[in-house]
């Protein structure tokens, strides 16, 4: 299955071959680039890099432009792209939103590149659509092949019409440029607004109508110093205009293309003017026919977004209300992106719908979205027995190295906390899965403590439900953990307990352990320890008399006479009497100690058989 990020892990693989990607560029102070995974902004001109923060270790991207890429243009034009090209990166560096890539360091120049970073990314959705353009060759492995869910288009749509509705309404800015190359989907699988390369700015004072300054599309310059032609609203050659409407146009266009065959643009322009020109009078008698590719609950809001007339096309605000996006996986995801403002209650109500929501949800999404957000919830104890739940059915779906990676580091500081209890038995009943999953190192150092923390719990179903699956995993726990931890555990819960089916745990429990315990473990602290127990009910006695049996019979445990003679059948004929006995578990006590009786009369007579014969010869 492909996942978001795997080359995440190969950080110090590729920290050599990539020391001379920034020679001189600040940004290496503070951020080491790692891998080379994806491209972005007009002509794909960025190189998107993995990699971290020094001081903190803090993943990151790297974004890098080489300037050697412009040597083809001359230099006035050189001057113009690179003046473009740092207007938008600081722009894009003083807008705030969720929909909006973070920028972590600021743009920095050296004589040879452009860099900044930003919150990690995954690729731009003109790569993940298929355009390889300034990428790494071979195409990176998470790229090839790679299909976007229905679900993930309709929420990554979405939050562009909410970056959008911020850019419009609150700072008056028109993005001008709406495009695959200018889209960033992040490492959790968020769409982010980027390439502000050509945006414009409102110039009219607070408080009156926003006018924004108007410059024709010039033939003459580069195409790359202008908004890409495939996604620009017809009123630039119609009416030499252009307001909010315009993006909405060009997000009508990106919808076209994220559905398309090959993900083509409609009029497939490429930068020919001419070509634009016919294009703009085609559009005024668009068929539906051309727009069947389009899903079905957006078509017509399609037609009207790639409507002739501006102020026919729907604004942000009134997209999101489309029944298109009335989706429980957009819902979902979109409840868990804004869960910091909800009270505990509404949180909890929430997480106990959320299971039927993961199980069909596409495994991707459970991993790269629900998980980090359900993570940062863990924070508050309180949630955790209602978040738990669904973090350990997404591990229940995962590989290994999927639960290891992305699953276990936050489950690690889950696993230390006391109250509520219920967490605790939120784990227990979920102990096989997390035996099955987590590197025994990992079994020692953090699922062990757990079962020793649930032995010495108040909580009857606790302590049950981890004298059930201690025997599952006895293998892995080392001798000086089995003879100093947790023996002396289960033995001080057996004596202590005020109930019968605990106790009668603690003995079943230790009845499996003992093909993982050698000889003198047994005699020293299993065998002496029965006869203290405080009881003598029949349910009790069984489990005595079952240890007893499996000593007895197991080629490696074998008690000794002198242990039998002297500990335990003077312990178990007075148990012979007992009135609380069945007669089916009076006969199964006096076969046993029949059968002891018998092994010590016949080795000890075999023993004095010896002697005598010995004393014999000698005389």
């Known amino acids: 299955m492909e996942v978001f990020n795997k080359f995440y892990s190969s950080v110090s693989s590729t920290v050599s ?26 002509g794909l001109l960025w190189k998107v890099y993995t990699g971290y923060k020094k001081s903190t270790k803090q993943e990151a991207s790297i974004f890098v432009f080489e300037k050697k890429q412009l040597d083809r243009w001359s230099k006035a034009d050189r001057d113009i792209m690179l003046d473009i090209l740092k207007r938008g990166i600081l722009q894009l560096t003083k807008l705030r939103h969720p929909q909006i890539l973070t920028v972590q360091h600021s743009l920095e120049e050296s004589r040879e590149s452009l860099a ?14 298929g355009n390889t353009d300034n990428m790494p060759q071979p195409t990176p492995s998470h790229l090839v092949n790679y299909k976007l869910y229905e679900v993930e288009i309709k929420y990554g749509l979405m939050q562009i019409a909410e970056g ?46 926003p006018f924004w300054p108007f410059n024709e599309y010039c033939q003459a310059m580069p195409a790359l110093t202008q908004s890409s032609l495939d996604y620009l609203a017809p009123e630039y050659i119609l009416s030499a205009t252009h307001s909010p409407a315009s993006d909405i146009f060009s997000l009508g266009m990106l919808v076209y293309t994220i559905h398309s065959t090959g993900h083509q643009p409609l009029g497939n322009i490429s930068g020919d003017y001419s070509k634009f020109r016919r294009f703009v009078n085609e559009l005024r008698n668009l068929p539906t026919s051309k727009l069947l590719c ?20 729907p604004d942000p605000h009134q997209l999101l209300k489309i029944s298109y996006f009335e989706d429980v ?9 804004s869960l910091f403002q909800w009270d505990n209650l509404q949180k909890s109500q929430f997480y106990k719908g959320l299971p039927q929501i993961i199980q069909k949800m596409p495994h991707r999404i459970c991993i790269y979205r629900i998980l980090p957000c359900l993570a940062k919830e863990f924070v508050n104890p309180p949630m955790v027995p209602f978040i738990l739940p669904n973090v350990l059915l997404i591990a229940e779906n995962s590989t290994k190295e999927e639960f290891i990676k992305y699953i276990l ?38 699922i062990l403590p757990m079962l020793y923390r649930a032995l010495e719990s108040d909580a009857q179903q606790i302590q049950e439900l981890c004298l059930s699956v201690l025997p599952t995993f006895a293998s892995l726990i080392d001798y000086p953990a089995m003879k100093n931890a947790l023996l002396p555990r289960i033995k001080k819960l057996c004596l ?40 003598r009910e029949p349910a009790v006695l069984m489990g005595i008399l079952g240890i007893y049996k499996l000593t007895l019979s197991h080629k490696k445990l074998g008690i000794t006479k002198e242990v039998m003679a002297t500990k335990v059948l003077p312990f178990l004929i007075p148990l012979c009497v007992e009135n609380g006995l069945t007669l089916n578990q009076f006969n199964a006590l006096m076969s046993l100690v029949k059968q002891m009786l018998s092994k010590v009369e016949a080795e000890h007579r075999t023993k004095l058989e010896q002697l005598n014969s010995i004393q014999k010869e000698s005389k």
């Open 116 to 129: 900044f970073a930003t919150e990690p990314v995954f690729a731009s959705l003109a790569n993940i659509l």
């Open 164 to 209: 959008l509705a911020f850019l419009h309404n609150d700072v008056k800015l028109l993005h001008h440029n709406i495009s695959p190359e200018s889209i960033v989907v992040n490492q959790q699988g968020a769409w982010k607004i980027f390439g502000f390369d050509f945006c414009i700015a409102n110039q009219s004072p607070t408080g009156q109508a």
């Open 496 to 535: 202590q307990t005020n109930y019968l089916s605990v106790r009668v745990n603690c003995l079943l429990c230790l009845g499996k352990l003992l093909e993982h315990l050698d000889k003198w473990l047994v005699l020293d602290e299993i065998i002496p320890f029965l006869p203290q127990i405080p009881s």
């Open 409 to 446: 580091p936050v489950l690690k500081p889950v696993m230390l906390i006391q109250e509520p209890i219920q967490i605790l038995l939120i784990f227990m009943q979920k102990m096989e899965l997390l035996l099955k999953l987590t590197p025994g190192e990992e079994v020692k150092t953090d």
């Open 17 to 42: 071959q990539l020391s001379g990607v920034l020679p001189g560029n600040p940004v290496t102070r503070e951020f080491e680039a790692t891998q080379y995974i994806a491209s972005a902004g007009p």
């Open 329 to 337: 996986g957009v819902k979902t995801l979109n409840y868990l992106d």
């Open 294 to 313: 389009v899903a079905e609950g957006l078509r017509e809001y399609v037609k009207l977004m790639l409507n002739v007339t501006p102020e026919l096309r």
